[in-house]
């Protein structure tokens, strides 16, 4: 496709007041999160006391309401993966005792299921790339889990299709180091796998930008921690970024590594387009290496006919991009419309990024036979 043709189709849509009343809509879908929370939080003993307090919460909901609207799940909702079988979740437990919630011996992947209305089906998306990565992190931490990659997309398909969902889905699985110890070592405990699974759409209006900022956290170093392993005590970096960055008002933050250039952002990956060229930071950037991103690399060169420089970006470079964008399984394509309070050009988001986006969701509803190894059906 012809990229100037692309960015003339794309110049013209009126964001800034669309953007207004989704800001609107997604304030309402907070209110009405905050509602369920208290709901939940209201069948415990005080509930009083927890009634107050989502009270109070509610009367800090911030103007511009960015917050991920991840669903919070009572404890007999559904059904989970645990002990080698398909149990109520109100079964699936740990011990406080179990070396994984201590010592963050643990790795996960975040996998999304998208409904097509039209073909009554449900679409995993890149389901063994997922459990793949998985195993890669598994090995850093040196687990041997029973079940094999097989397995575990055979048992995902029958728990997701147990649920009977007709609606987008996210899957959880986890496989952490189970042994009831205190002993700090990674060798002989007991591994196990466990995997849970809810309804979720988009928990960001991806439709309008984020406006993010450098985090002064530094994205840890592989030399230090795996990062490019999924493991669940490596999250402690992502979570002290992002929450500082909504504290500060932003929606994201981006880390730098400890040499001082672009990594990526608390649970995604970044690109930016910049005089007619795509870049993202190299895989030893001390990324997290995407799966959305290495799709979506793929997905531009088959579509704009474009290749991805994958480099060193310097911070300042983002305050002279034509276009950013942040993507992953949870934020899909975002578009990125300021970085330190500094419009990204228009501060609309950009024409590339939102054909990406379109093309993305198409592609991962199954609703592009190009791209239809990209899914597995569940029904
Ligand atoms: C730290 C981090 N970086 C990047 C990503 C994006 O990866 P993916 O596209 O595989 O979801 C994620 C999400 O899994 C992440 O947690």
Redesign the pocket.
Known sequence: MNFNKLIRIYENPDLSGASEARRNCVTQTEATALEQNSQIEMRSDNAATHLANAQSERKEVPVKAEAPKIPVLSPDEGYAYFEGQIVPMSEAKVSVATHALHYGTACFE?IRGYWNEQQQQLYLLKLREHYERMADSWNVIRMKPNESIDDLCRITIELVKKHGYRQDVYVRPLAYKASRTIKLTLSALDDAITIYTFAMGNYLDISVGLSVCTSSWRRANSNAMPVRA?VTGAYIN?SLAVDDANAAGFDEAILLTHEGTVS?A????IFLLRNGKLSTPALSED??E????NALIDMVRDEFGMGVEERRIDRTELYSADEIFM????VQVSPVTSVDHRPVRSGKPGPMTMKLQELYLSACRGENEKYKDWVTPVY
Do not use: A, D, H
Not at 327 to 330: K, P
């Open positions: 975040g999924k992502s990526e608390s649970s995604c990956n990324i997290l995407g799966i959305t991103r993507c992953g399984t949870g």
